[in-house]
């Protein structure tokens, strides 16, 4: 069954983020990846109370988000519904900072699962700015088995993910004014 948003399929884990949710990621050294997967969705009354938390504005609901795991300081990393109709894993995944740094990670899941196996979580990503490629032999064989867009660099993908929806980071700065 395909995972489509607007349905009440939408809040179906998609099977690569449940892989994903196996995967141990020891946070040790420079080169780890600060990442704590979830095995199910945030529920929607949770990401609607941290997204009013984290904005001020309390009259926000966090319908466009599926809150799927955090990095160490509790910011959260989630599959946007910046496209309507579309399946979850076509969405593009993004990261909201727990000190207010946001920004988009990859276009979609399938991109997402290459970020991760170039050795890039979202935080990496956002928070530190780093694109430097430290491939994870296991998460390789995931994105291989889940994907279904080409292999490429992490900062290839991160590149195209942030000139496709420039507004993200602008769009989330105005909310938290």
């Known amino acids: 069954m395909t995972e ?15 892989e994903v949710a196996r995967v141990e990621f020891p946070y040790e050294d420079d080169h780890s ?3 704590e997967p979830y095995e199910a969705f945030e529920p929607a009354e949770k990401t609607t109370d941290w997204l009013r938390h984290w904005t001020g504005d309390h009259d926000l609901d966090g319908d466009v988000y599926r809150v799927f795991g955090q990095d160490g300081t509790g910011g959260l990393a989630a599959l946007w519904l910046a496209r309507p109709g579309r399946p979850l894993a076509d969405q593009p995944v993004v990261f909201m900072g727990s000190e207010g740094e946001n920004g988009v990670v990859a276009g979609n899941l399938s991109d997402f699962l290459w ?4 050795g890039l979580g979202p935080c990496e990503v956002v928070v530190l700015q780093d694109d430097t490629s430290n491939p994870d032999a296991a998460l390789t064989e995931l994105a291989e088995r889940h994907a279904t867009t080409p292999r490429r660099p992490a900062a290839e993908i991160i ?19």
């Open 115 to 118: 970020v991760l196996a170039d």
């Open 4 to 18: 489509t948003t607007g349905t009440d399929d939408d809040r179906r884990f998609p099977p690569a983020l449940a």
């Open 159 to 177: 590149a195209e993910a942030q000139a496709e929806f420039p507004t993200f980071e602008e769009g989330l700065e105005k909310l938290c004014r």
């Open 33 to 35: 990846v600060d990442f």
